[in-house]
């Protein structure tokens, strides 16, 4: 029961470079999140996606697109990365039956 | 949205209870209570959830006072390993509703 999977775990970019962080989840969930989380800091919500076809933004959308590829998968793309987008992201998807999310382990990107 | 407001950090010792406060003022009717963990270098794992009064499992107490502008997470006995940051998270997941939006948690320490 792998529950959520994010892909890589380690990426290091140059200012410029673009690319996507892959995550699927075999939970059958609708829902799923995008999630940063800073050194030090709180997760901040990305972007989320309420069921397949749909994305909505969150709180710091600016610099990311996503795509809800199908219901298991939902991908977040860095265009043009930054050094301020330098973070650990956070995949989750949620149980709507139990109003639990799942997290995945985290994507560590950084950016120089 | 509700906004949730939380100490940033809390101090115990172990075999201590302790007891973790958030405020969400603006709570909406439909919306549910939900505590999660942190450890560092990990995503939050669920650890309690309730709608109105006294909720307990296995690891914690949740309580929720009738107008439900706050709620208190209650740790029995704390060990070491609970050092964590503990999050409060206000929302419904019903339907299509599903931006979750985290504050900026409560740093646990314990001491031995």
């Known amino acids: 029961n792998a529950g959520v999977t994010q892909t890589p775990k380690f990426q290091v970019l140059k200012t410029g470079q673009s690319m996507t962080l892959q995550c699927a989840q075999d939970?059958?969930?609708?829902?799923m999140y995008w999630y940063r989380q800073d050194p030090g800091m709180g997760l901040r919500l990305i972007y989320y996606s309420a069921s397949e076809g749909t994305t909505d933004k969150g709180e710091v959308p600016n610099g990311y697109n996503v795509s809800r590829l199908n219901k298991r998968e939902f991908s977040l793309r860095l265009e043009s990365a930054a050094p301020s987008q330098t973070s650990v992201y956070f995949c989750a998807s949620l149980d709507r039956a139990t109003g639990e999310l799942f997290f995945g382990e985290g994507s560590r990107l950084t950016v120089l | 949205l509700a906004k949730t407001t939380q100490p940033i950090s809390m101090d115990s010792y172990e075999g201590q209870e302790v007891n973790i406060t958030c405020s969400h003022n603006?709570?909406?009717?439909?919306?549910?209570i939900t505590w999660y963990q942190q450890f560092p270098s990990q995503g939050p794992r669920f650890i309690i959830q309730g709608y109105k009064t006294k909720v307990t499992n296995e690891v914690a107490s949740l309580f929720i006072p009738a107008d439900r502008k706050s709620s208190t997470l209650s740790l029995p006995r704390v060990s070491l390993s609970d050092t964590a940051v503990y999050y409060c998270?206000?929302?419904?997941?019903?339907?299509?509703?599903?931006?979750?939006?985290f504050g900026k948690g409560t740093k646990l320490s314990v001491k031995p």
């Open positions: 998270l206000v929302g419904s997941y019903g339907g299509s509703q599903g931006n979750l939006i």
């Open positions: 939970m059958n969930h609708n829902s």
């Open positions: 603006n709570i909406a009717t439909n919306d549910y």
